[in-house]
């Protein structure tokens, strides 16, 4: 089959590339490298796929209406796995509007274009985010979700209305994944993980906020993608049950570790796969952040037969082996 990847530069969509190439697919790969993060980091994701003959790579912002129409219509994509957004709760108070083009246009973009070329599976990335203010423990995909507390958070629920309506209105099959907290090789240097790590190594303070009174359900990158490939197979169809009430060609789920830890214990990991403690400079809660995320994930195991499930430690060990890898070599 032919897929169309987009975010391939980014930290999930090259592993789901790399995975749907090595799967026999032909899969091309979208992204517009722009400068959130180090694009370097970027262009090193590519490399590492470069070899693969069933890869093609695209630079192209989702903005582009005509750009991704044309792409769509040339390509003709059986399935598509929109994995591209303009990411980071906190950079969304600063730069709201890369969150509309990218977030709000770009979807608008890929689900036009899955819509006029009759695409078979539309799946694509929500977040954790969504649940905002929500206290109930853990969150379920039938939670009312009304109350976010980001604007990258709001984008991500937007998306999820417009692929209902689009299900609704089109019968285009569509499957939205609420990712919660990915972290792992090749992850992004403005999350955690590697701040925490890269800060740690080179002896400077970490940022701890709330106190360090939060938690968060981390999930480890070769979990996400093994969900999201069995995910892609499972198309939702008229003749199936709604899962929640609407278009029957309309899914969504939780994807997490469904175990949440305590920031402590999450600093503790990167301690011990580092060998050296951490200065932490104790904080506030800061503005769109949340306290808690926690998955219920019983409807994607329900589904795939299958959950996160990789020990924290053992994520933590494999990134920072990554991190010293990468930043000798980079």
């Known amino acids: 089959m032919k897929y169309l990847v987009t975010g391939a530069a980014g930290f999930i969509g090259n592993f789901v590339a790399e995975r749907l190439c090595i799967e026999g697919h032909d899969v091309i790969g979208l992204d517009n490298l722009n400068d959130y993060y180090d694009p370097n980091l970027k262009l090193a994701r590519l490399k590492r796929i470069k070899h693969l003959t069933n890869f093609t790579f695209v630079k192209m912002d989702l903005a582009d209406r005509d750009g991704i129409a044309q792409l769509f219509a040339t390509e003709k994509f059986d399935r598509v796995i929109h994995l591209a957004a303009q990411a980071g709760v906190r950079y969304s108070i600063e730069n709201p509007m890369a969150y509309i083009d990218s977030n709000m246009v770009g979807m608008a973009t890929i689900l036009e274009g899955c819509r006029h070329n009759k695409v078979k ?5 929500s977040s954790s985010s969504v649940y905002g203010a929500n206290t109930k423990i853990p969150f379920s995909e039938e939670d009312r ?3 976010p507390v980001s604007l990258y958070a709001a984008t991500k629920k937007s998306n999820e209305l417009m692929a209902h309506t689009y299900s609704h209105l089109y019968s285009l099959p569509t499957t939205g994944l609420r990712f919660f ?23 400077r303070p970490i940022k701890v906020f709330n106190n360090g009174k939060m938690q968060r359900d981390f999930t480890y990158i070769d979990d996400i993608v093994e969900g999201i490939v069995r995910i892609q197979d499972v198309i939702p169809a008229a003749n199936q049950q709604a899962q929640t009430e609407g278009s029957p060609f309309y899914k969504l789920y939780n994807i997490g570790n469904n175990q949440p830890v305590e920031l402590e214990i999450f600093i503790n990991c990167i301690e011990n796969a580092l060998e050296k403690k951490a200065d932490k400079q104790y904080l506030p809660m800061q503005d769109g952040d949340v306290v808690r995320t926690f998955a219920d994930v019983s409807g994607l195991e329900g589904e795939i037969g299958f959950k996160p ?16 890898k990468y930043n000798k070599s980079s």
């Not at 599976?121 to 990335?125: G, T």
């Not at 907290?181 to 740690?200: E, S």
């Not at 499930?309 to 010293?324: C, E, M, P, R």
Request: charged share 15%; net charge negative; aromatic share 18%.
């Open 121 to 125: 599976h539309l799946v694509y990335a």
């Open 309 to 324: 499930n990789t020990d924290l430690q053992l994520g933590i060990n494999s990134f920072v082996k990554w991190f010293k």
């Open 181 to 203: 907290t990915v972290y792992g090789p090749w992850g992004r240097p403005d999350m955690a993980p590697y701040l925490f790590t890269d800060a740690i190594a080179n002896d």
């Open 145 to 147: 979700v009304d109350h």
